[in-house]
């Protein structure tokens, strides 16, 4: 009988899966997507239009229904530029996964905003806490836009 997985263990494979699924969108829709090897800071694949004129870098964020935000970042996030962008992979154990595709300036901006609120009134220690993007963003109407719209890394 095999052993379940423990939690860590699930939490690098639901990491690794969305990297995948994510470069498998972009490779059926005709660019190339490279994953790149661990430890690259702010880029997990590396993404061109055919020709090589048109690049996007981005950092893959996966979760399922369990994950209430994801980590962005240790301090306060700066605009790395307009070709960086952060896709949010949804998995469902049954049906398709779902994609947000945003610009990093967008992400940060939005996880700056909210932990600055968080913050107001923690105790000191509580300044070490992360930045993080909730779930509650990509739902709400204002995220829509980003939903599946592959198009917005302007590689095609």
């Excluded at 947000?100 to 932990?115: G, K, L, M, R, S």
């Excluded at 105790?123 to 963003?137: G, I, L």
Aim: no cysteine; hydrophobic share 40%; net charge positive.
């Amino acid at each position: 009988m095999q052993k379940p997985l423990k939690k860590i263990g699930h939490k690098i494979f639901t990491g690794i899966t969305g990297e995948h699924f994510v470069a498998a969108e972009i490779s059926k829709r005709g660019a190339i997507a490279t994953i790149t090897l661990k430890n690259v800071p702010n880029i997990d694949i590396l993404s061109s239009s055919i020709d090589g004129k048109r690049t996007a870098n981005i950092q893959v964020k996966t979760g399922r229904l369990t994950t209430g935000g994801f980590i962005v970042g240790h301090n306060p996030m700066k605009t790395l530029g307009k070709n960086f962008f952060y896709i949010f992979v949804f998995l469902k154990d049954d049906g398709e996964s779902e994609y947000w595709i945003i610009p990093q300036a967008i992400v940060a901006e939005t996880a700056e905003i909210d932990y600055q609120k968080w913050i107001k009134g923690r105790p000191a220690k509580s300044k070490e806490a992360p930045r993080t993007f909730q779930w509650k963003y990509l739902k709400s109407k204002n995220f829509q836009k980003y939903h599946n719209n592959w198009k917005i890394l302007g590689l095609w």
